[in-house]
Structures are given as C-alpha cells and as structure tokens.
C-alpha cells in the first residue's frame, strides 16, 4: 500500500514538473515573439523618425549659412581708403566756378564728398579727386541732411514731384526728395535740402557715378593728402 501511494506521489511530482517545464517553455515562446515585435516596432518608429528629425534639424542650419552669405554678398568692396591727389585749383573758387580732371586716373571706386562748411563737392576716384566745385544747398527750413547716403536713382531730365521744377542730371540720395543736381549757383541762394552744382559738372559727375556710389556729406570736414575717406 505504501509502495503504490510512493508510487502516485512520484507520478504526481513527475506530472506537475512536465506541466511546469511546458509552461515555462510556452511563457518564453510568448516572451519571445512578443520581444521580437516590441522590436521590429521599435525599429518601424525609428525609421519613421529619423527623417522628422533631420528635416527639423535642417532648418536651424539653413537659416545662419543663409545669413552668412546674405551678409558677405552686401558688403562693400572697400570700406576705406586714402586721399592720393588733391586737385589743383589756381583760380577764385566762388559760386559757379568748379573743375574737373581725370585724365590718367585709374579705374577704381568712386566716392563723393560734400562739406557743408566750406559750400564745396569734391569727386574721389581710387582716391584721386578728379572733380570738384563750389555749390548750394539746403537753407534753415529745409536744411541738406549729412551722412553717408547711397545713389539710389539716377535721371537726366527729372523735374521734381514736390516743388514741380526741373532738376537735371539728378542723382537721388534719400527717399524724401534729396539729390544732387544741376542748379543755378549763385552765393545767398540755397535749396529745399538738395546738393547744386554747375550744369557742366553735373553732367560729368552723371557720367560717372553708378548706382549705389557713396556720397559723405559733412559739416565742416575737410580732406587732405594722404587722409582716409570712410
């Protein structure tokens, strides 16, 4: 009787083992197949991301070389140079009287200078000043701003959309209706804020002058040899 209830027992032990190792064996089949799909869900999603992230990051990138080029493409060819030649100018230099020479000049970047103070214009190029005159300019209601103000338009018979009068050889410094033109300069006469300068030396500063040339109007600076012209 003993033997036969050691015997069930044994079975009994054997059967609950079997059924556990089945059960263990079923429970990492399960673990298994569920690892793999969390898997290859993992790498479904990263597949899906990776190319969000890289156009988001593109973005940030973008914008700063954009910048970059942006700024070194509007930079001017030179900032500064120096006074190579003053012109010489033997006769009286009164209101009408101006000269112009460039005769072997270089080529190079043109930039014109206007001292209020001393009434006068005086045209640099590649640091030689090929031109220079006595001129008019704004009076106490209208008085010509100073700065450094671009030619942003050029016309040779422009007659003024403000005051309706003729302005030939006009070279337009700001928005406002400031320019550099032919005029009638005599002394005791001003302007409405503009530049004027004999008709001749209009027409020879037209000539020469592109859009986006540099005009310096000061109060009282003048240049001499060897001076930087910023």
């Known amino acids: 009787m003993v033997e036969k209830i050691a015997y069930r027992v044994s079975a009994a032990v054997l059967l609950i083992t079997a059924l556990a190792i089945i059960a263990l064996l079923v429970m990492g089949l399960t673990r298994a197949d569920a690892g793999s799909a969390e898997r290859s869900a993992e790498t479904a999603d990263a597949q899906q991301v990776e190319p969000d992230t890289m156009v988001k990051d593109a973005p940030e ?45 270089p080529d190079g970047e043109l930039v014109v200078t206007v001292d209020l103070k001393a009434e006068s214009i005086s045209v640099f190029r590649d640091g030689y000043e090929i031109g ?7 009076d106490s209601r209208k008085p010509t701003p100073t700065g450094v103000f671009p030619i942003s338009q050029k016309s040779k018979d422009h007659v003024s959309n403000i005051y309706g009068t003729p302005m030939p050889y006009m070279m337009r410094l700001t ?8 005029s009638d300069v005599k002394w005791g006469w001003g302007t409405r804020g503009c530049i004027g300068v004999p008709l001749e030396f209009a027409r020879l500063l037209f000539e020469q002058v592109k859009l986006g040339d540099r005009v310096i109007v000061t109060d009282g600076k003048m240049l001499g040899m060897g001076d930087a012209i910023l």
């Open 61 to 105: 990138l973008m914008p700063v070389a954009a910048a970059d080029a942006e700024l070194t493409s509007s930079a001017p060819l030179s900032d500064t140079f120096v006074v190579k030649r003053i012109l010489q100018i033997d006769e009286p230099f009164v209101h009408g009287y101006y000269k112009w020479d460039d005769e072997g000049v």
């Open 132 to 138: 220079a005159a006595v001129i008019t300019f704004g």
């Open 175 to 182: 928005n406002d209706g400031v320019a550099i033109h032919a």
